[in-house]
Structure formats: C-alpha cells, structure tokens
C-alpha cells in the first residue's frame, strides 16, 4: 500500500510509548505512580456537567452551526474581552474538538511547502508534527533554563529568513513551566511585526499560574499585534474537561474563515452538548481554577524541593502549567541494573521499572537533558512517587 508522504513524515507520539508501558505495569496489579498524563487529577465541575446533563435532556443532540454555537462564542468573546481586552467578533472565534484540532485547523490553514515555523525549544510535541504534517519546515529557536527559558532577541533574529511565516508562543510553556514575561513577549511581538509573522499564541495554561501572577495575552500588547495574532484556547486544562474536546481559536477574519472552512469539511461542529458543558465552565469565572491551582501550587514546591534535593538533579520552580522539567544531565551516564542510562529515555525506563512511577523523557520535547513530570496527581502521590525516585537514583554508580 502507497501511504501519502506526510503520514510517513511524523512517528506516533513517544510520550504515549511510556504511558502505554505504565498501564500495561499496572493492568498486571504493579503499583504505578503516573507522573506522566497531561491532565488534571480534579473532576470536571458539577455546573459543566449539569449544563451537559441538560444538553441530553432537552435534546440539543444535534449539528450545531460547524463553528460552534453562538451561545459559546458569545462566552468565549466576553471571557477574552474580561481577562485581556481583546475585542473579537463572533466571526472571529472557531470552536474546534480540542486546542490541539485549533491548532490544527491553522496549521491546515496558514502552513504550506517552504514556510518555516519558529518554535522555541522546549516544545510541546505536537507542534513540529502538526507543521510537518502541512509540508512546512519547523525551525527550532533554542532558549535555555539558565535564562529562564526567555527568548533571546538576537537569537530569534538569527533564525529568521524570507521564508518564515509564524512563530508559535506558549506561555505558561509545556513542558518548561516557564511564563514569558511583558519584555519577552514585546521582543517576540517587535520581531514579528518587522518581518511579517503570525503569532500562534497557545494559551492553554493561561488559568494556571503561580505566586499571584497572571498571565499576559501576547495579542493584548498593541492593535498592530492583535491584528496577527491566533488566540489559542480551551477548556482543558482550566476546568478538568480534558475529555470533552473543547478548543477555541480567536484571531484574524480571514485567517479564521479559512479554519472554520477546512473544519466544515472535516469535522464539522464540536459535540452540541460539550459545547453546552463548556458554556457553564467559561461564565462561572476562575474560583474552580483558582482552587485547583491552590492544590497544584502545594504539590509543586513539594516535587521541586524534593527533586532538587535528588543527586545528580536539579530543577526550576515552574511559573505555570503543572508539570517539573528536572534537569537530569548529571544523572546521565551512571549505571544501572540493565546497563549505563545515557539518554532521559533510558533514564526515564530505568524509572519506570524499578521505581514504578511513569515520566516523560525530555527527547520529545526538544531536550536531551531533561524528564517532564507532571504533579497534576495528587499530593500523596508526589511524596510517594518522589521518595521512590530518590531511591532509585541512589542506586546508580
Ligand atoms: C501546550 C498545549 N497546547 C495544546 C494542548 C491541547 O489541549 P486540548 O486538550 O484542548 O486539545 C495541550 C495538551 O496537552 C498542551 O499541552
């Protein structure tokens, strides 16, 4: 069989690799802490899953308009307006399945052959596949830990040629934790402007972030920017509904027309009553999030204490999402019980078989020197997990 070129141009993800072997360990009773998943431990709230228990009830179990509800949008435009003073017409927001699906739906849209992608590094994995998958090139923009992960001006100036077309932001970043502060975001806006990219805003962990800061919307910064900006949103992260597929995509009319229009021919509208779910989530405002960070902020300092405190290791305290990007390069190259670990995926096996808690490598996601782990667990499971992994560190020559 002649599969088309871009299927054979991405492999499927390493992270479900270690996720898969987690679950096949615990389907045979091995006790498995999962410092791997990217989701909430909370539940959805009971207002969203009322509004779908409603949705079922009343039956709006039908086609919605393929952009989504107008009752959505209309949320989605006063939940931007309140927290960022971005100002969008309805025609202006998609409703996707998922921020990953809005993300999509650009990369479908925006992305051809010879258009280069800018995506700083460390990056969330689907990035570079979804540019892949669309014949563009993604272009790696190295930052570093010992600058807080920052995008350097010169640096992005460096990697810049004619043919670039967008650069991706994510602030709070997947996998670094790491939030760009009002003087990176302006470079990064300056540097766009002056040579005509689009911002790709992923705002995914926008509700969660620590030590009362709070986090700055890129479009927010001038009319100019907001004019090429995509807002990249969803209900995920924010309010537990990982399961419910809800993204939404903000930004330029002709840009957006373009991505509800591939949507139209492919997916069509999100689920009607995920939708409704999502409407409940969005009015109630941040006191679901904001206790949810509260828990989040008590497991972070005790993962980070305790990872810093682990020979070998060392790590930043994250400004937002939920996950600790140990640095592990001086654990690298020890030896254990099936040979020398040289490479966070060995590292990361070598974790997962003998101290039984499941985490990320740091390959995928652009590093050679780092494990993500994700504290969105619980609070017991961190000081389990942690002291576990302490053990087994030890253990190596
Ligand atoms: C940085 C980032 N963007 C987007 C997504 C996709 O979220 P959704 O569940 O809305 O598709 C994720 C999910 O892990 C993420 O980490």
Same mark, same amino acid.
């Given at each position: 069989m002649k599969l088309a070129a871009r299927a054979g141009r991405i492999v499927p993800s390493p992270t479900?690799?270690?996720t898969a072997q987690a679950k096949a360990l615990a389907a045979q009773g091995v006790d498995v802490i999962d410092f791997a998943s990217g989701e909430p431990d909370f539940d959805t709230p009971d207002h969203a899953k009322a509004a779908a228990e409603a949705a %079922?009830?009343?039956?709006?179990?039908?086609?919605t308009p393929s952009s989504g509800t107008d009752e959505l949008r209309h949320a989605i435009a006063k939940k931007l307006e309140a927290d960022h003073g971005l100002r969008y017409d309805k025609s202006q927001i998609l409703v996707s399945c998922g921020a990953k699906h809005s993300l999509y739906n650009l990369a479908e849209a925006f992305y051809e052959a010879g258009d280069e992608i800018i995506i700083p590094t460390p990056y969330w994995v689907s990035y570079s596949d979804q540019v892949l998958l669309n014949d563009a090139t993604p272009v790696f923009l190295p930052t570093f830990e010992e600058e807080g992960y920052a995008i350097a001006r010169a640096r992005l100036e460096s990697v810049i040629t004619?043919?670039?077309?967008? %650069?991706?932001?994510?602030s709070p970043c997947n996998p670094t934790g790491a939030m760009y502060d009002r003087a990176t975001l302006e470079v990064i806006a300056d540097v766009a402007l002056?040579?005509?990219l689009l911002i790709v805003s992923d705002e995914i962990y926008e509700k969660i972030c620590y030590d009362g800061i709070t986090q700055t919307s890129i479009a927010s910064l001038s009319?100019?920017?907001f004019a090429r900006t995509v807002v990249i949103n969803g209900v995920s992260k924010?309010?537990?509904?990982?399961?419910w597929r809800i993204g939404y995509a903000a930004g330029p009319k002709e840009l957006l027309t373009a991505m509800a229009n591939i949507?139209?021919?492919s997916t069509s509208n999100a689920t009607s009553i995920s939708q409704k779910a999502a409407v409940a989530a969005i009015n109630a405002g941040d006191e679901f999030p904001s206790r949810m960070v509260k828990e989040f902020d008590r497991r972070r300092r005790l993962m980070v204490q305790r990872l810093n405190q682990m020979p070998g290791v060392h790590c930043r305290l994250p400004q937002g999402a939920f996950y600790a990007f140990p640095n592990v390069s001086g654990v690298l190259h020890r030896r254990g019980p099936q040979g020398l670990l040289t490479t966070p995926a060995d590292l990361a096996t070598y974790l997962l078989t003998d101290a039984r808690i499941a985490v990320i490598p740091g390959e995928p996601f652009g590093s050679s020197a780092h494990l993500r782990l994700s504290y969105a667990t619980g609070y017991e499971a961190v000081a389990t997990g942690m002291d576990r992994m302490e053990a087994a560190l030890r253990k190596l020559s």
């Open positions: 479900l690799a270690i %079922i009830r009343t039956g709006f179990t039908k086609y004619p043919r670039s077309k967008a %650069i991706i932001v994510n002056r040579h005509n009319p100019e920017v924010a309010y537990a509904m990982t399961g949507q139209s021919q």
